[in-house]
């Protein structure tokens, strides 16, 4: 049965079609005809869209109840956040921009403690800069002494394209530690338009972004340890 609502959307995209045809080209008309013969046959889910040829690829009702029925057989598997006992951490700061990497080192430190990671297992090791965070990071990461790296820096856009060769330099080598060591480097640096925007997210308005990296070395940290190997060497 036509819900109401349908009812009234097809009343009135039909009296604007009437409308429209006095300028309408005749293909327009067709195609619109059949979008709003295909629509008024809602019966409230996806199948009334497989009613023209137009539309086919979009699942219907039935198609999706399979897919979900067999979607319950495969394996799921995440990093638990439940526990970070026994995990092992090294964190490299930049040290420019230190009126933001501090607050975010601070948030990252906070977090850990809440999920219960000991301080004997945490490193922090700086660096003069986001520039110089890629390396220390893969020799931390092949060291296999850690379950993951967390990389903290701010790089703030200037007047020259500088931002730009740090920002780029600092994502794709922390990317690179990752993939070289098979040990999860999580990219926590700050890259901002301007220093307002750092700020905001190193503890302000916007949260702190160093907690939320930390957060996210921690789940890594999990599923590399209990589903995916590469865990430290004892």
Not at 121 to 149: M, N, R, T
Request: charged share 15%.
């Amino acid at each position: 049965m036509e819900s109401t609502l349908t009812r009234a959307w097809a009343a009135t995209s039909f009296s604007a079609l009437k409308t429209a045809s006095v300028s309408a080209s005749p293909r327009m008309l067709s195609s619109t005809a059949f979008f709003l013969g295909t629509s008024v046959k809602l019966n409230g889910g996806l199948s009334s869209w497989q009613a023209g040829s137009q539309c086919r690829g979009i699942p219907c009702p039935k198609r999706l109840n399979q897919r979900l029925q067999v979607s319950a057989a495969i394996k799921e598997v995440t990093g638990s956040l439940m526990k970070g006992e026994g995990l092992k951490f090294g964190v490299v700061v930049g040290r420019f921009n230190e009126v933001i990497t501090r607050p975010l080192l601070a948030g990252a430190l906070d977090a850990f403690h809440r999920y219960q990671v000991r301080e004997e297992d945490i490193d922090v090791i700086w660096v003069p800069g986001s520039f110089e965070i890629p390396v220390v990071a893969q020799q931390l990461a092949l060291s296999k002494k850690y379950h993951s790296i967390l990389c903290i820096g701010a790089v703030v856009r200037g007047a020259t394209t500088h931002y730009d060769a740090v920002a780029n330099s600092a994502a794709s080598g922390i990317m690179s530690a990752s993939l070289k060591s098979n040990v999860p480097c999580i990219f926590g640096v700050l890259t901002t338009e301007n220093m307002e925007q750092a700020i905001d997210r190193a503890g302000g308005k916007a949260g702190n972004k160093g907690a939320e990296a930390a957060i996210t070395a921690l789940e890594m940290a999990s599923l590399f340890q209990h589903h995916l190997g590469g865990g430290i060497s004892d």
